[in-house]
């Protein structure tokens, strides 16, 4: 059974509300594309860990249970940072320091949680 907030939902926003979660889920996959491929062209090393790397070793094991996530988590040596933001920010990422973590924006309206 549908719960009445969501049916609700769909009823008043009709097929949009699907458009807006394909679009949301479209924008995390170029992400962690844009990452990817600037750190591979930088020949930085990394590795694709959180969400997006669960997602990954789930599908391996049933697609039907991959589950988004809206952040793209890196794991980067510290002597490689320095290359890394270079080339993050030609990507048109933006460097951040949140709770003594670097992060790295998408653009100047970039979240966090992106």
């Not at 926003?13 to 996959?29: L, N």
């Not at 992400?31 to 930085?44: F, G, I, K, M, S």
């Not at 952040?71 to 048109?92: E, S, W």
């Amino acid at each position: 059974m549908i719960p009445e907030s969501l049916e609700q939902l769909a009823r008043e926003q009709g097929p949009y509300v699907f458009d807006r979660m394909f679009s949301a889920v479209e924008k995390v996959r170029q992400r962690l594309n844009r990452t990817c491929d600037a750190l591979e062209q930088a020949n930085v090393p990394y590795a694709v860990i959180g969400g997006h790397a669960v997602a990954a070793w789930v599908a391996t094991i049933d697609d039907g249970a991959v589950r988004n996530t809206r952040d793209v988590d890196i794991l980067l040596r510290d002597a490689d940072l320095d290359r890394a933001t270079c080339a993050l920010t030609k990507a048109g990422f933006l460097r951040d320091k949140v709770m003594d973590a670097i992060v790295f924006l998408d653009g100047p309206s970039g979240k966090p949680s992106q």
